[in-house]
């Protein structure tokens, strides 16, 4: 799974480097590495004009989604609007296009998952690899892309649900609402499809679809 899930990344690597070669436009990635969590493994692509691709692969981890249906691979187009647009490419380019040594040695901080920023533009190009940052402005960046990722896996649970489990999309929108309020979910015009599709379905409980037309406002 490794071995397979590295070979990918290094094709796709090697493809987005290409592309932004030939458009001459920044680009920013974003990798997440922890397999005892769900997904295990993503990968953030994004432009500077806010569009971007999204990637993940579920990890051995024992986690269900409705019905005990297992986690499956998720590939889809994703767009990043402001301020958290702005925020990543210029903290991109104050940090030597993340060319720095962002890991911070601390014997007692938990393991949270291995985490890659990485520019690639006409000014310049870098990376750096962490767990732990004492960087705040780089941890604030990884934590907010982590919320990013967190939307998209709570819109591919969701639909899973409202076509297996209808009765358990309440509980889930709760969750989701709570994660908006806490900031671990963010940029949620990603899964706006999803939301609109429970708001309108008439086979959903009232609450649900209040709920999801409260999450497309928010």
Known sequence: ????????IVLWLTGALATAQQTNA???????ENPKLQPANYVLDMNEDGTGHFHSDPGSATMSD?????????????KINEPLRGELFNAARSHNYFNVACESAKSKIAFTGNKTLQYTGPDGN????????????????AEDLIAVAFTLEEG??????????????????QQ???????????????????LKAIASDEKVMERARLRARQLLGS
């Open 1 to 8: 799974m490794k071995t397979t899930w590295t070979c990918w």
């Open 26 to 32: 920044a680009h920013i990635r974003f990798v997440f």
């Open 66 to 78: 409705a019905e005990s249906i297992a986690p499956q691979a998720m590939t889809t187009d994703i």
């Open 126 to 141: 870098g990376s750096c690899t962490f767990n732990w940052s004492k960087d705040q402005q780089i941890m604030k960046l």
């Open 156 to 173: 591919r649970r969701l639909t899973v649900e409202h076509e297996h489990n209808r009765l358990g999309l309440d509980a889930e929108l």
């Open 176 to 194: 989701l609402q709570d994660a908006v309020k806490s900031g671990r979910a963010q940029q949620l015009q990603n899964i706006a499809p999803q």
